[in-house]
């Protein structure tokens, strides 16, 4: 019989003994302790580095939260038995849920199977890989030993410890507690999107969900994930999505976090387009006391395109900051990136935008742009555009705007008819409505949805006088 054990461990304190106890083939191993090593000699980030100099995280005890992880004692656990089959939720090509880490449901088109698109869990894939390097048993996982999305994965990961440049991003790579590896073959096309839910509830808890995405040769695929949380709760959330896009190949990542307004949301994106490869990156980000979300993108490829694209609506008194970097190291590659935000109560949002253009990089094509209303006095939205240009014979420039709803279009809609407050609702949500509309078609409702909540909820203090 099948028996599991759950451990809990500190913050930052039980790293070690999280290490110890991991079953994982020989190379995550490796991975985790260059991601330790980078971790013990980093220090946490402060408003002294330009990129935290408005997101103090000083008075944060990392420690304070606790993460729990299944012990298995057979590898049978590991590999998911029992667990109820899953529905694939209309719309979609295959479907993915992690509650608090434990993976509960997982399923994929049949016919893409055959194909050879895994969607797997990666604490499963990697427990399985370890029990075939190990000799035991064979489980879920083991037979993909030596396959190349093995090494497809391994290579993302290694490659995306090297690059990471600050404790927080060192700590999630170190302590991964669960997450999706979704890998698509050479010219294989998926038509509709798959769907990775990520769920955690309870207090003083720590979450680090990692999302691993290879797409090889002229393959095609879309991937919604959500990020989601019980309403109440204090949890902490150290997200990483790491993408590899080869040659030809085209992928479209949105990545919804909306978490309770209690609880912090850290997230660090990092991708690699080759030649001819495309990518569009879409990040919603509308929960959490404290967000600081960013994605860099590297264009290694000569015809490498990539479009970054976010919206934001901070409230109450959330404190949102968001990060792109267009780093393009090819020449002839285009990028674009898009993003707006809206502001109400007493929220403050912060968007750093970098375009960074190599030596070797001619003939690049980059623009980025950032807008922002806001919508009540005590608001405030920071915008921060910048360029690093290293070459000539480039077309590289930004763009940003703050300001207020206009009262002309206001006027214009209550003399027909409508009230201050739909007027409102109807001016913001056509503010957001030409990059949701872009978004894949099953996720607009939901996105509108979220906006019109955060446009009519009232600050925690008017509810409490009513």
């Given at each position: 019989?099948?028996?599991?054990?759950?451990?809990?461990?500190?913050?930052?304190?039980?790293?070690?003994?999280?290490?110890?106890?991991?079953?994982?083939?020989?190379?995550?191993?490796?991975?985790?302790?260059?991601?330790?090593?980078?971790?013990?000699?980093?220090?946490?980030?402060?408003?002294?580095?330009?990129?935290?100099?408005?997101?103090?995280?000083?008075?944060?005890?990392?420690?304070?939260?606790?993460?729990?992880?299944?012990?298995?004692?057979?590898?049978?656990?590991?590999?998911?038995?029992?667990?109820?089959?899953?529905?694939?939720?209309?719309?979609?090509?295959?479907?993915?849920?992690?509650?608090?880490?434990?993976?509960?449901?997982?399923?994929?088109?049949?016919?893409?199977?055959?194909?050879?698109?895994?969607?797997?869990?990666?604490?499963?894939?990697?427990?399985?890989?370890?029990?075939?390097?190990?000799?035991?048993?064979?489980?879920?996982?083991?037979?993909?030993?030596?396959?190349?999305?093995?090494?497809?994965?391994?290579?993302?990961?290694?490659?995306?410890?090297?690059?990471?440049?600050?404790?927080?991003?060192?700590?999630?790579?170190?302590?991964?507690?669960?997450?999706?590896?979704?890998?698509?073959?050479?010219?294989?096309?998926?038509?509709?999107?798959?769907?990775?839910?990520?769920?955690?509830?309870?207090?003083?808890?720590?979450?680090?969900?990692?999302?691993?995405?290879?797409?090889?040769?002229?393959?095609?695929?879309?991937l919604v994930q959500k990020a989601s949380s019980e309403e109440e709760g204090e949890?902490?959330?150290?997200?990483?999505?790491?993408?590899?896009?080869?040659?030809?190949?085209?992928?479209?990542?949105?990545?919804?976090?909306?978490?309770?307004?209690?609880?912090?949301?850290?997230?660090?994106?990092?991708?690699?387009?080759?030649?001819?490869?495309?990518?569009?990156?879409?990040?919603?980000?509308?929960?959490?006391?404290?967000?600081?979300?960013?994605?860099?993108?590297?264009?290694?490829?000569?015809?490498?395109?990539?479009?970054?694209?976010?919206?934001?609506?901070?409230?109450?008194?959330?404190?949102?900051?968001?990060?792109?970097?267009?780093?393009?190291?090819?020449?002839?590659?285009?990028?674009?990136?898009?993003?707006?935000?809206?502001?109400?109560?007493?929220?403050?949002?912060?968007?750093?935008?970098?375009?960074?253009?190599?030596?070797?990089?001619?003939?690049?094509?980059?623009?980025?742009?950032?807008?922002?209303?806001?919508?009540?006095?005590?608001?405030?939205?920071?915008?921060?555009?910048?360029?690093?240009?290293?070459?000539?014979?480039?077309?590289?420039?930004?763009?940003?705007?703050?300001?207020?709803?206009?009262?002309?279009?206001?006027?214009?809609?209550?003399?027909?008819?409508?009230?201050?407050?739909?007027?409102?609702?109807?001016?913001?949500?056509?503010?957001?409505?030409?990059?949701?509309?872009?978004?894949?078609?099953?996720?607009?409702?939901?996105?509108?949805?979220?906006?019109?909540?955060?446009?009519?909820?009232?600050?925690?203090?008017?509810?409490?006088?009513?």
């Amino acid at each position: 019989m099948s028996t599991t054990e759950t451990r809990s461990y500190r913050g930052t304190e039980d790293l070690s003994a999280y290490l110890d106890s991991r079953q994982e083939p020989k190379w995550m191993r490796a991975i985790r302790a260059e991601a330790f090593k980078r971790f013990s000699a980093l220090e946490w980030p402060t408003t002294r580095d330009e990129e935290w100099r408005r997101s103090d995280i000083s008075n944060y005890d990392f420690d304070a939260y606790t993460f729990s992880v299944d012990a298995v004692g057979k590898q049978e656990a590991a590999a998911g038995k029992g667990r109820a089959s899953a529905k694939i939720p209309p719309g979609y090509a295959g479907y993915a849920r992690f509650e608090n880490g434990r993976c509960t449901a997982l399923a994929l088109q049949p016919d893409l199977a055959e194909r050879g698109v895994r969607l797997l869990s990666l604490n499963e894939l990697l427990a399985g890989l370890a029990s075939d390097e190990q000799g035991g048993k064979p489980v879920a996982g083991s037979a993909l030993s030596g396959a190349p999305e093995i090494k497809a994965l391994e290579h993302l990961l290694k490659r995306s410890v090297e690059t990471a440049d600050n404790r927080v991003q060192a700590w999630h790579y170190t302590a991964i507690t669960h997450g999706i590896f979704f890998y698509v073959p050479t010219f294989v096309e998926i038509d509709q999107p798959v769907l990775v839910e990520y769920h955690a509830s309870g207090d003083s808890v720590l979450s680090q969900p990692e999302t691993a995405v290879v797409l090889e040769k002229g393959a095609r695929a879309r991937l919604v994930q959500k990020a989601s949380s019980e309403e109440e709760g204090e949890l902490l959330v150290n997200e990483a999505s790491d993408v590899m896009v080869k040659d030809a190949a085209s992928f479209y990542l949105l990545s919804v976090e909306d978490l309770n307004i209690d609880s912090s949301w850290f997230s660090n994106g990092s991708s690699w387009v080759s030649r001819d490869g495309s990518l569009v990156h879409f990040a919603a980000v509308f929960g959490g006391m404290f967000a600081k979300n960013r994605f860099d993108c590297v264009l290694d490829g000569p015809g490498s395109d990539v479009r970054l694209n976010g919206i934001y609506f901070g409230r109450e008194d959330q404190h949102f900051d968001v990060r792109t970097v267009q780093h393009h190291n090819a020449p002839h590659a285009v990028s674009r990136t898009y993003y707006k935000g809206a502001v109400k109560d007493e929220a403050h949002a912060i968007y750093q935008g970098l375009i960074q253009v190599a030596h070797e990089a001619t003939r690049t094509d980059a623009f980025l742009e950032d807008k922002n209303l806001i919508l009540n006095d005590g608001a405030r939205a920071d915008s921060i555009p910048s360029l690093q240009i290293n070459t000539d014979d480039v077309k590289c420039s930004h763009g940003s705007t703050t300001g207020r709803l206009d009262e002309t279009q206001v006027f214009y809609l209550m003399a027909r008819g409508y009230d201050r407050v739909e007027a409102e609702e109807m001016l913001v949500e056509g503010f957001f409505g030409d990059l949701i509309d872009h978004a894949p078609e099953v996720v607009h409702e939901d996105l509108r949805s979220i906006i019109r909540d955060r446009l009519l909820s009232a600050p925690d203090d008017e509810d409490d006088d009513e």
